[in-house]
Nanobody, 121 residues
Framework: QVQLVESGGGLVQAGGSLRLPCAASGRTLRIYRMGWFRQAPGKERELVARIRWNGGSTYYADSVKGRFTISRDNAKNMVFLQMNSLKPEDTAVYYC??????????????WGQGTQVTVSS
């Protein structure tokens, strides 16, 4: 019902920055929240950041707080993840996700294909 395409990944040196865009299409009026997740090899997928689509309130994992910023452009149906001061520990496949259910749910229903972020030391 909602399709997501994220991009912007690549190889960056420690201390550098990347900006990941995610474009949503389809039934975008159903979006209640969008999030960024990441998964490193051999690790479970973890939530990095999320944003409420209308209210704009945000959440960040402790590991990225102060370095990453999630934002959205509702008119363009896009969400962004600005990543600064990158560390090798940030290396992972990053996924954009959309939650289509109202509160109290925080579940995610639609997922992008993922984009690889590699941070060299």
């Amino acid at each position: 019902q909602v399709q997501l395409v994220e991009s912007g990944g690549g190889l960056v040196q420690a201390g550098g920055s990347l900006r990941l865009p995610c474009a949503a299409s389809g039934r975008t009026l159903r979006i209640y929240r969008m999030g960024w997740f990441r998964q490193a090899p051999g690790k479970e997928r973890e939530l990095v950041a999320r944003i409420r689509w209308n209210g704009g309130s945000t959440y960040y994992a402790d590991s990225v707080k102060g370095r990453f910023t999630i934002s959205r452009d509702n008119a363009k149906n896009m969400v962004f993840l600005q990543m600064n001061s990158l560390k090798p520990e940030d290396t992972a496949v990053y996924y954009c996700a959309a939650g289509l259910r109202p509160l109290p749910s925080y579940e995610y229903d639609s997922w992008g294909q993922g984009t690889q972020v590699t941070v060299s030391s």
